[in-house]
C-alpha cells in the first residue's frame, strides 16, 4: 500500500484551506513548531490573508463537530476547539 484517501473529506483543492489545516495542526499540537510556519508558507509561496486561513480553519472544527458518529466527548472536545481557534489572532 502507498497511500490511503479519506473519501469522506475528498474534494477539490483550496490551498488557503489546506495551508489554514496545517497551520491549526501545527497551533494546536506542535506549539513548538509555530516558528515555522513561516517556511511553510514560504515553501507554498503564497500566504493567504489571516481572515481567509482562520476561517477555514473555523470552518474544518465545524465540520469535524457535525460528524454524525460523534460521541458526547467528542464534540465537547470539538466545541472547545472552535472557541480556541476564534480567539486566535495572526500571528
Not at 5 to 10: P, S
Not at 80 to 90: C, D, G, K, L, M
Given at each position: 500500500m502507498t497511500a490511503v484517501?479519506?473519501?469522506?473529506?475528498?474534494h477539490e483543492g483550496d490551498q488557503a484551506e489546506d495551508l489554514a489545516w496545517a497551520e491549526w495542526i501545527i497551533?494546536?499540537?506542535h506549539t513548538d513548531e509555530v516558528p515555522a510556519l513561516?517556511?511553510?508558507f514560504d515553501g507554498y509561496g503564497?500566504?493567504?490573508p489571516w481572515p481567509v486561513r482562520h476561517e477555514h480553519?473555523?470552518?474544518k472544527c465545524r465540520q469535524m463537530l457535525a460528524l454524525p458518529r460523534l460521541h458526547q466527548s467528542g464534540r465537547d472536545r470539538w466545541r472547545?476547539?472552535?472557541?480556541?481557534?476564534?480567539?486566535?489572532?495572526?500571528l
Open positions: 484517501l479519506d473519501w469522506e473529506f475528498a497551533r494546536t499540537h513561516a517556511a511553510l503564497h500566504r493567504p480553519m473555523l470552518a472547545r476547539n472552535i472557541t480556541v481557534t476564534a480567539s486566535w489572532t495572526e
